[in-house]
């Protein structure tokens, strides 16, 4: 039986992903952030989880302006890292789970969640940074990897009830999995920033505390709250934070926190981390 | 949605439907760039590049003048925008001080220091009333 067993959020700043590639982080600007990882890394060697579902989004890399899909979910076999217009991140190629995919697609389709399904995609910093932050730089990622793209870029992305409610389908689905599997899913992107126009470089350390400490003890009322709230407040980019709620909605609704880390800024934006068990 | 919530948040783009229409061959373009040669050629020639793009005068000439909220107006999204900074060699915070209006090193010391505050920036009423 496949069991889902922790929930992890980050953020997936791309030039935390360059700092790694050039060999930066002993650097004072991102020495800190580093070291707030170092918990995460040491629990999933000891939690050996065999596949993580990792919500992110593609930021005009896999997708064009051609096709927005809201929810995308990959069902390959293996998934190269994207080169962005800058050259491919030097990680290693993302091994996926077809068999698990397969089943959650259909699991979720069938359970009303109409989402794409996709066979050939490459994967960007929204990605591969989460799990370079997880497992460090190894030569090959140490579990299998089922990506779930959620379009936060184009106005409006899913609402934060629609993706706890994914979530909780997400966890119906990976329990009625009969093979052997250990589950963890990551909610990545945020928290606070915005990147555009006159306000850029905003950031809200209340606001981002608040998510922190709703996204452990009350996802309801974190799922209520509406778009216009995460872009006034955590700017126009915090918005990605929605992706959370999928990671959050797949586990108990009393969870144990084993870790959190907050740390403002890489380049434009306001760093979070948690680690969510079930109670 | 009510536009109006979204326009009382200042200084703050809304890459709607909207923009999506005006901005779907702008962000073509923008996008093209991830790729060498095209970057190659955009460099040997933007406005000759720029032609083989459908983009409306206004577009190109915010493209050639790096007016990066101009973009934004114009229907360029962000992250197809970033593809250009690439091009050009500049890091995505350098981008977001010129929208902001200052000097990369004046940003980069404010975000340090913990950001831009949301005291001050998050509605236009209210800054109006204060």
Request: glycine residues 8%.
């Amino acid at each position: 039986m496949a069991q889902l067993v922790a929930g992890i959020g980050t953020s997936h700043v791309p030039a935390i992903g360059m700092a790694l590639d050039t060999g930066k982080t002993a650097e004072p600007y991102w020495k800190p952030l580093f070291a707030g990882y170092e918990f995460t890394k040491a629990w999933l060697a000891r939690e050996k989880p065999d596949v993580i579902i990792l919500v992110y989004n593609d930021h005009a890399n896999a997708f064009s302006m051609d096709i927005v899909p809201t929810f995308a979910l990959g069902c390959a076999a293996e998934y190269q890292p994207a080169d962005e217009g800058w050259g491919a991140r030097p990680v290693p190629v993302v091994k996926g789970d077809p068999e698990l995919a397969w089943h959650l697609a259909e699991s979720l389709i069938l359970d009303e969640f109409d989402i794409t399904i996709v066979n050939k995609m490459d994967v960007d910093h929204g990605l591969t940074v989460p799990l370079s932050l997880m497992f460090g730089q190894p030569p090959a990622w140490p579990c299998k990897v089922i990506p779930l793209a959620v379009n936060v870029i184009q106005y409006p992305p899913p609402t934060g009830r629609r993706c706890y409610a994914l979530g909780q389908a997400i966890r119906r689905a990976v329990e009625a999995f009969g093979p052997e599997r250990r589950v963890v899913i990551a909610g990545t992107g945020g928290l606070s920033h915005q990147i555009q126009g006159q306000r850029a470089g905003l950031i809200n350390s209340a606001w981002d505390h608040a998510f922190l400490d709703q996204i452990t003890n009350d996802p309801e009322t974190l799922a209520r709250i509406p778009h216009v709230d995460y872009v006034r407040e955590a700017g126009s980019e915090g918005i990605e934070m929605v992706m959370w709620l999928v990671m959050r909605g797949a586990l108990d609704a009393r969870v144990k926190e084993l870790h959190r880390f907050y740390h403002v800024p890489a380049s434009n934006t306001a760093v979070g981390h948690i680690v969510l068990e079930n109670a | 949605m009510s536009q109006r919530e979204f326009d009382d948040i200042p200084g703050t783009p809304l890459f709607d439907g909207g923009m999506a229409q005006k901005g779907y061959h702008f962000n073509t373009f923008f996008m093209s760039l991830m790729k060498s040669d095209n970057r190659a050629a955009f460099k040997a020639g933007e406005a000759a590049y720029m032609e083989n793009y459908s983009l409306s005068a206004e577009q190109k000439q915010a493209v050639l003048a790096r007016d990066w909220n101009g973009m934004t107006a114009l229907g360029g999204n962000v992250f197809f925008m970033v593809k250009l900074a690439a091009t050009d060699g500049i890091a995505v915070a350098q981008m977001c001080a010129s929208m902001a209006g200052m000097a990369p090193a004046d940003y980069m010391r404010m975000m340090v220091a913990g950001g831009r505050p949301i005291a001050g920036n998050r509605s236009r009423d209210q800054n109006k009333a204060a």
